[in-house]
């Protein structure tokens, strides 16, 4: 799994391709970080204790919670991520998640291996009510997608905004408990931080609706898997739409694989044709960015986890290497500098 | 299947209750009928040849096929339809077919079956282009809905109109063969009617892009069944999903419910839970106007075969019976008129 495209870089950089027991080595003489494979601690074991380290990471990811351990958050390095690139292909793959569970799709189709014709009466999507945690890229866009098909949105961030140019109100993650009772809807597309690790646990889902549905699309870790399957064997939930898991591959013995109502995907919701083109080359025109001097796009606030804004901040002047983190391989290109 | 809330005719009119073999005894004396077994022929086997015949037929149903017989056509008898209360619960659901079929969701699922993790890249819907063919209330809300997909969509209707308010321009019928080979995506969401009756045939379907997907939600009759099979089975198309076939229930020989690619629901994707209600409702108002001799709402164009625009039509004036043509059952209750 080699980035594409890095050929861009010839003649500017010299590109080291890392694994997980390269990068340690490469780490102190990189100027520039790119992380490939982002499901990978390989990062976190590798980071310098001491001396020179990379001043800018990109990971190749909406989420960035592999990398903001204590040392890489408190120091000068500058993290970016592909805070965009999954905005569109998620939300749209949520908006059908929630239309099949509403339309019954799941039930159709076993009907229809069992050749049975039954007609049901199902409840539209227009009309019922959603939270959509994470105000983010995805989170906003989930939400606009959603009352495009008429249903009522609360979108729930970090903090409140009142003056949301979209939303009118974007709620503050305090107001959660009082949302969750009303929603037909509950979907987790937020940045996992330690603020919202662990969010989706039984205190929460006790206070969704009866017969609610929980849709995630964030990390696997914003859920307590024990409490969510607890749940949905209770019946409190009516099911779930998984795309993330606490473990991933999900475990071949995890009870959610056939618990009713529970429909699962293989960490794909934003994964389409070409997006890892896409990926390299929001990388690469970082790139152009920080050798000129100019300030990078997607910046990550190491403190709130994600890409706040459009980056405005400085790149670090003309870099002169670039090693790309990759857990499974390694390889190595000298390029000129 | 006996229609509800009829209670709110009481004292102004005389509610029989038809089925397939008193309806023709019933039809002479009868002002008003209200047909709410849209799937029965019963109406065309017991008009009557001559004398006295309800002045309004009113069907429970989007489709006025079965009703636009000759000797009903060329009658001065009103028609009206149920149009507008299937719009969104239809257009919802064409929506979450199709981003359920660019998403592979019936592929995640499976492997959730066998308990398998394969990642996969699957195409946006967002990007792709429809072609939706109908342009009353549920194609405009279907294009409407997949415009907000992102989805690039072409309109079909009878007549080309160049001004459309809200999609600019709606494609006449004519054009429909040079607008098939770019889709991605067809939808049928026509009126039936002798000019769409099997429109969907082999040359049609030899029109469309290399693995395009069709999805019905008009009329069984619009398609060709053999002919959409062998395009399925020849590997042009790649899937369809259909909630509407030749003859319903599916019968249990059809090869549609194997086919690789293709998803079926029975005639559901309009029927959301109080929908009888609406229906009943909807025939109720008109019901208040045609009493108070008011132009009627959803009026049919009996030439065209669809309810062409918001009804200004007439009603005939104080009606004093009302009889609903049923073919399940029989059953009569008498209201003082």
New interface residues.
Partial sequence: MRPPRLGRLAGRATVRHADDSSLAGLLPAADVLLVWDFTSDAVRRAWPGAGPRPGWVHTASAGVDRLLFPELVHSPTLVTNARGVFD??IA??V???I??MA?E??V??D??RR?V??????????GSRAVVVGSGGIGRETAR?LR???VTVDLVGRQERTADPEFGRVHPAGALPGLLPLADWVVCAAPLTPATRGMFDAAAFALMKEGARFVNVGRGAHVVETDLIAALRSGRLAGAALDVFAE???P?GSPL?ELPGV???????G???G?EQTLADQFLDNFDRWVAGEPLHQVVDKQLGYAAASGTEPGAGAGAGAATGDAGEEHTEDLPA
Same sequence: chains 1, 2.
Wanted: charged residues 20%; aromatic residues 12%.
């Fill in positions: 569109i292909p749209e793959y908006a059908g998640l239309i099949a339309r799709f799941p159709s189709w009907l229809q050749r014709w039954r007609h049901r009466e199902t409840r539209t999507v227009a997608t495009a098909l008429r991933e591959p999900l071949a694989w429909l699962l995907s293989p960490h794909m919701s994964d389409t044709p997006w």
